[in-house]
């Protein structure tokens, strides 16, 4: 028995040391950080000055970073809706006995293959364009010149520009999530309800969603973490600075990290974009903890 606990310390401790090493001391050194004064993210902590609360405090007293968080929350309620209906929409269809099922599933996941970088640029220069884009075109062709004209980059449509363009690129990627969901139902239930009379949609309302509940809390879950780490879109919609517009709270925590000249005019805190790290990790443990409380499966067979 001695012999087994020592063989099983040594293979577990590699494993828990780097677990430990990458993960949990980031962790501790950021919520520490978040308290203190630190103007560059390398000075030693001798030349850090303790602030309390006061970094959080500052950041909720800024109209930029309450906007920041403004738009997370409008891009995970809007853009959840959109990608998580459609996603949902695509996998019901496609569990179905259709022609080119696969051919359909390659292309709708196919955004997801492509660089965010790529996919960003190819929709703010040819299909939001005001000059030649895709959209502009389309409506000039089908005479709706009212539509046609909609300066989709300008500040009263970018926010929805963005939206639209990140929710295309991640149905796919979380209708794979729901196809692996429909695939586990057995098909006694379809078949015991087309029996009793249910038409699809009936199926689809007191079979299919029900036993989706599992599947369902986890791509909430999914979405939280991804939205909360938007950035890369955010910041190629607005690549010089950033706006009230495309802010979300990745963005807002890099300007001040590594500093620019429009953000409160505040060079480089590094203190208040640790702030900002924990307040984006508790969203998501809220998230979660709502979701696991809201959302229960357990009652559910199989």
Request: hydrophobic letters at 50%; a positive charge; aromatic letters at 18%.
């Amino acid at each position: 028995m001695k012999r087994n606990r020592s063989m099983i310390i040594t293979f577990i401790f590699p494993g828990t040391f780097l677990f430990v090493l990458t993960f949990i001391y980031p962790i501790c050194r950021t919520i520490i950080m978040s308290f203190f004064s630190i103007q560059e993210i390398t000075d030693k902590i001798s030349q850090w000055k303790f602030n309390g609360i006061d970094n959080y405090i500052n950041l909720m007293n800024s109209s930029l970073y309450i906007s920041s968080w403004i738009n997370l929350f409008k891009i995970f309620v809007f853009g959840g809706g959109i990608t998580l209906g459609i996603s949902l929409l695509f996998a019901v269809i496609l569990t179905n006995k259709i022609k080119g099922k696969a051919f359909f599933q390659s292309a709708i996941y196919l955004p997801n293959v492509i660089s965010a970088v790529a996919m960003a640029t190819m929709w703010t220069q040819y299909v939001f364009n005001s000059s030649y884009g895709f959209l502009r075109s389309f409506f000039n062709f089908l005479h709706l010149d009212y539509l046609a004209n909609i300066q989709w980059l300008d500040a009263d449509h970018k926010f929805w520009a963005l939206l639209i363009s990140y929710c295309f690129g991640m149905v796919g990627y979380y209708m794979l999530i729901w196809i692996s969901g429909i695939k586990r139902i057995d098909r006694v239930y379809y078949e015991a309800a087309s029996i009793d009379g249910a038409n699809k949609v009936k199926q689809f309302f007191y079979v299919t969603l029900p036993l989706l509940r599992g599947i369902f809390r986890t791509n909430i879950i999914m979405w939280s973490i991804s939205v909360s780490g938007f950035f890369i879109w955010s910041k190629l919609f607005s690549p010089i600075s950033a706006d009230t517009e495309t802010v979300v709270p990745m963005i807002y925590m890099y300007d001040k990290l590594f500093g620019t000249e429009n953000v409160d005019n505040v060079t480089r805190d590094a203190g208040s974009s640790a702030a900002i790290g924990v307040m984006l990790c508790l969203f998501i443990v809220i998230i979660f903890t709502l979701v696991n409380k809201l959302i229960d499966d357990n009652n559910l067979e199989f």
